[in-house]
């Protein structure tokens, strides 16, 4: 059974960081290209950061641009959000998906597995 587990979510307050994991199991992940995405309620899901099976090419939405970076672990099996100067924007439960493709997209219908979703609450 694939599995994606997210991890590593919580209060902060505004201009403090967060780590968010993403742990794939039940198959190897190396020729999938991996995104996190984030909802917020009333919004619809938008992808934040992408990052191809290689992890040489990455993605990023301009709101995440200089502020969250996306990476994954030689193994291919760990996918990590690191977000830093938080805002209360960026409230909203974050989820991360796989996608067998070689690079990431923004598109959350080119991917093929999505954990269920790790809530971030950055008060002011």
């Known amino acids: 059974q694939v599995q994606l587990e997210e991890s590593g979510g919580g209060c902060v307050s505004a201009g403090g960081s967060l780590r968010l994991s993403c742990a794939a199991s039940?198959?190897?992940?190396?020729?999938?290209?991996m995104g996190w995405f984030r909802q917020a309620p009333g919004n619809e899901r938008e992808c934040v950061a992408a990052?191809?099976?290689?992890?040489?090419?990455?993605y990023y939405a301009h709101s995440a641009k200089g502020r969250l970076t996306i990476s994954r672990d030689s193994a291919k099996t760990t996918v990590y959000l690191q977000m830093n100067s938080l805002k209360p924007d960026d409230t909203a439960v974050y989820y991360c998906?796989?996608?067998?493709?070689?690079?990431?997209?923004?598109?959350?219908?080119?991917?093929?597995?999505w954990g269920q979703g790790t809530q971030v609450t950055v008060s002011s």
């Open positions: 990052v191809s099976w290689g992890g040489s090419s990455t």
């Open positions: 039940g198959r190897t992940f190396r020729n999938y290209a």
């Open positions: 998906a796989a996608a067998k493709v070689p690079y990431g997209s923004s598109s959350a219908n080119m991917y093929d597995y």
